[in-house]
């Protein structure tokens, strides 16, 4: 019984290995030819953008460019860039209303403008479906490289004025849509852009759908753990969130009681990795909970449950966790969770572009959300505080960007946007009950809907018998709203 049990358990193990690295592939689109250290990928697989629609038919999706501004706001710069977006006018006729769908820190694809909900919509309006790509991102990317020079024309604000200017033109040359009524939508940071740009540009759009729209900046994001070990309690039981505390609380218990070799070990990590390094260390837990957060962040129905039974398949905690990790990680030869090593990827990407670099750069300038072991009320121990994101500001970007300046960044965007107060009408917010980032977003009590069970941007699938009640109705809500938003 016990070696068939545990034969189980090593074929699962391969199991959820294949899924995994093939996810990565699909989903963290990395330079080849340089490794990617493990704290990087974490990150990155937690801002890799909204799940996609699932397409059911061919649609012929146009990719097209149009002429941006370097500077929207300096007059005496010239300098301009190409911006690329996806058009699918299968429906358009004359006065087709125009469905924008905007992209954030993420590379656009032709599943937005192609299927789902908004899809659905764009289809019972005659609408035309667009996806702008944010600068910076994808195939929009202004200067020859990301420098922190060069980054200098990187922030919301451009990229609002961007959605703007391209709104004006796109009426401007096509003459059956001059007088259409626009429509925006957004997932994750693209939703904090529909909210701020309705702030901004009231008169251009006459509704909005934010899913997971995280509104407040704020540099010590202690909530997301939080949210993340909520997860996990109510889905996957007590007895899993027994198990990932007390086995990382094990693991930070070895590394300070001179068991640091045999943790090294179990972790497979690489030889440069230095346990009395406390930025070694950060970069390790941090990682370590960044693995459990992408399963929260994008988990569907059923998923917490079934590697909750994969943790509880080992005998002790510390072993369940480093088996777990080494899986989310990637199965590499040897892990490389140094600090210097995260560094030195970040530098290198000032000429090998990669989405990673301009959103840390956003993140350092704008909003913070750092997601830190400051809270008590998580799983995830005590070894990865905010100063270790902070301190890779200054690190790979410039010492400009210390603890005070970062708090003022934040604080400027909380005032310049409203922070939880954006002061927007006809912006219809959705919410994950479980999705991490919800703590920085609207409730139930400012008129979000809250859907139960659900995680991140949720809803963006077609209505389907396999939604929830609570899912369903959402669905159903923004339908009406549009409805009433193109009367």
Not at 446 to 471: K, M, R, W, Y
Request: proline share 4%; hydrophobic share 40%.
């Amino acid at each position: 019984m016990a070696s068939s049990f545990v034969k189980m358990a090593a074929l699962r193990l391969v199991c959820l290995a294949v899924v995994l690295v093939l996810g990565l592939v699909q989903a963290l689109d990395f330079p080849k030819v340089k490794d990617v250290p493990v704290l990087v990928r974490t990150m990155k697989d937690l801002n890799r953008g909204p799940p996609q629609p699932v397409m059911t038919k061919r649609v012929n999706v146009q990719e097209k460019w149009i002429t941006q501004k370097l500077d929207n706001f300096d007059l005496s710069n010239t300098a301009t860039y190409q911006m690329r977006y996806l058009i699918n006018d299968e429906f358009q006729t004359e006065g087709s209303p125009i469905f924008i769908y905007l992209g954030g820190e993420w590379e656009i694809e032709p599943s937005m403008v192609s299927a789902g909900h908004w899809y659905d919509m764009a289809a019972e309006h005659k609408g035309v479906l667009v996806y702008t790509e944010h600068r910076y991102y994808g195939q929009s990317v202004p200067t020859s490289t990301m420098s922190t020079e060069n980054l200098k024309y990187l922030d919301v604000k451009q990229a609002l004025a961007d959605v703007a200017k391209f709104i004006e033109k796109l009426k401007a040359e096509n003459a059956q849509l001059a007088n259409s009524k626009v429509l925006l939508a957004g997932g994750s940071y693209s939703a904090t852009m529909v909210v701020w740009f309705k702030r901004l540009y009231p008169d251009l759009v006459v509704g909005g759908w934010a899913s997971s729209a995280p509104l407040l900046a704020k540099v010590d994001f202690t909530e997301y753990k939080e949210v993340v070990g909520q997860a996990f309690l109510q889905l996957g039981g007590q007895k899993c969130y027994n198990r990932i505390q007390n086995g990382i609380a094990e693991l930070e218990s070895m590394f300070a009681n001179k068991r640091g070799a045999e943790a090294r070990a179990m972790l497979r990590l690489c030889n440069n990795f230095d346990d009395q390094n406390d930025l070694d260390m950060w970069s390790l837990f941090g990682s370590i909970s960044n693995v459990f957060s992408g399963v929260a962040q994008y988990q569907r129905s059923g998923d917490i449950e079934y590697y909750c039974d994969y943790l509880l398949s080992f005998r002790d905690d510390v072993t369940a966790i480093a088996n777990f990790v080494y899986w989310g990680f990637g199965m590499p030869s040897c892990v490389d969770v140094t600090y210097s090593s995260t560094v030195d990827y970040y530098q290198w990407l000032v000429e090998h572009f990669d989405a990673g670099r301009p959103w840390y750069y956003q993140t350092c300038n704008e909003y913070g959300w750092y997601q830190s072991s400051g809270s008590r009320n998580q799983p995830f121990g005590t070894k990865f505080p905010a100063t270790l994101y902070i301190n890779l500001c200054g690190d790979v970007f410039s010492s400009h960007y210390g603890n005070e300046q970062i708090n003022n960044n934040a604080a400027e965007t909380n005032e310049y946007f409203g922070g939880m107060e954006p002061g927007v009408k006809n912006v219809y917010m959705t919410h994950g009950a479980l999705d991490p980032w919800n703590p920085m977003g609207h409730g139930v009590a400012q008129g979000a809907t809250v859907i139960a069970n659900a995680s991140h941007c949720p809803d963006f699938g077609s209505i389907s018998s396999g939604d929830s009640a609570e899912l369903r109705a959402s669905k159903e809500k923004l339908a009406a709203l549009v409805r009433q938003w193109l009367a």
